[in-house]
């Protein structure tokens, strides 16, 4: 998916910076061109990573990355940089991808930052 579900315009996979707009709107559904401004990422964003995350029926030890990543099929850019502002804000416990996990795939797929690979997300109540 190319566009958000909202207003079908293009997302920036990184980030504004807080003291400017975002260059491309999509927020809540932003026909116009004026910029939405506020936390990253976009509530559209995160209610799309939560809701698929709910689709799993998430067990108590959490969901693959993997899966997560495949069923959005964002851009890795946006997927990455929504996963790291859930990750940072604390809303999300992530855990490392096990030995008994490993399959190329598997490992490309899942989420990696700071030399760690991730395998499972928790999402925190």
Do not use: K, N
Not at 58 to 75: K, M, N, Y
Not at 93 to 122: K, M, N, P
């Amino acid at each position: 998916m190319t566009a958000c579900e909202i207003g079908r315009r293009p997302i920036d996979a990184v980030p504004p910076p807080a003291t400017r707009p975002c260059a491309t709107p999509c927020a809540a559904g932003s026909t116009s061109t004026s910029s939405w401004q506020g936390s990253w990422p976009p509530p559209v964003l995160r209610q799309q990573f939560q809701a698929t995350y709910d689709s799993l029926r998430p067990p108590l030890d959490g969901v693959p990355i993997h899966r997560l990543r495949r069923l959005l099929q964002w851009p890795r850019e946006r997927f990455d940089a929504v996963l790291e502002a859930l990750r940072a804000a604390q809303a999300v416990d992530l855990e490392a991808l096990t030995e008994q996990d490993v399959d190329a795939q598997v490992t490309h797929d899942s989420y990696h930052v700071h030399g760690q690979c991730y395998g499972r997300l928790r999402w925190r109540a």
